[in-house]
């Protein structure tokens, strides 16, 4: 309740010299307790006056400051929410990435397989003549099987005895009375071809059998033929050669001839 008038009227007094609590209490202990109140009282009035301007602002800061955290509180919320929805959208975006690598994956693994194939299928494009030709050429095999198989069997069973000469002409009398039965045979037929390998004369090679056309024949005939063979074998090559040929059968030896080199049956 204390005015700026009332503390006007209290200057002159608060100014005297005397009038202070020491002063005071050499005349009365209760006056010199008033006195320092009205003292203090009056430094209050000053002290306030600048104060309640800033309890006022305080007071309207703290609501703004109110205001301010209750809308701070509603945008934290709105930012959770937000958030939120965006690490759901982040999930289902590092899905969709994670699904888009994988069909790159896929799409790339496609093309090199596409490539390659297509590739394959350049580079086999220039076997297809020869597969179709080969196609061709195994169906006229298996036509031509029987009479094959039939001038293979004669030749085994009936050739041994002869030379080379008498054997071709066997042949020829076979082939024509096959034609004259209309039984199918090649006309290119290779009988050595037919009944042993390269690899198979290579190797009689080197265990001693000559490398001619007679000598090869006779070895088919010895190794094929389901009889016993007689060699006439003057000059020893078909005993080198059986004898290399058996040697890791156990083949034993117990008189040779040397007589003249064709095969018998």
Do not use: H
């Amino acid at each position: 309740s204390i005015t700026g008038e009332t503390v006007e009227l209290l200057e002159p007094y608060l100014d005297m010299e005397d009038y202070n609590l020491e002063t005071a209490k050499k005349v009365c202990g209760n006056v010199a307790g008033l006195c320092s109140w009205t003292q203090a009282m009056a430094y209050f009035y000053g002290i306030n006056k600048e104060v309640l301007p800033l309890k006022a602002n305080l007071a309207l800061q703290e609501g703004r400051l109110a205001a301010a955290q209750t809308e701070l509180n509603n945008a934290q919320i709105q930012l959770d929410e937000k958030q939120m929805e965006l690490d759901q959208v982040q999930a289902m975006y590092d899905t969709a990435m994670k699904e888009k690598q994988a069909l790159l994956d896929d799409a790339e693994a496609c093309r090199r397989k596409m490539k390659n194939a297509t590739a394959l299928i350049e580079g086999l494009g220039g076997e297809k003549l020869r597969w179709t030709a080969s196609s061709k050429n195994f169906q006229n095999q298996i036509i031509n099987l029987v009479g094959n198989v039939l001038l293979a069997t004669g030749f085994l069973s009936y050739s041994g005895p002869f030379n080379q000469e008498y054997r071709n002409l066997l042949l020829q009398l076979w082939k024509k009375e096959m034609d004259n039965s209309k039984i199918p045979y090649s006309n290119d037929l290779n009988l050595t071809g037919m009944l042993v390998d390269n690899a198979t004369v290579g190797e009689w090679n080197l265990q001693g059998l000559p490398n001619d056309d007679l000598s090869i024949e006779n070895g088919i005939i010895v190794t094929k033929a389901s009889r016993y063979p007689l060699l006439i074998d003057p000059q020893g090559q078909g005993k080198i050669w059986i004898k290399n040929k058996e040697k890791n059968n156990g083949l034993q030896v117990n008189r040779w001839f040397n007589i003249f080199y064709v095969c018998v049956i």
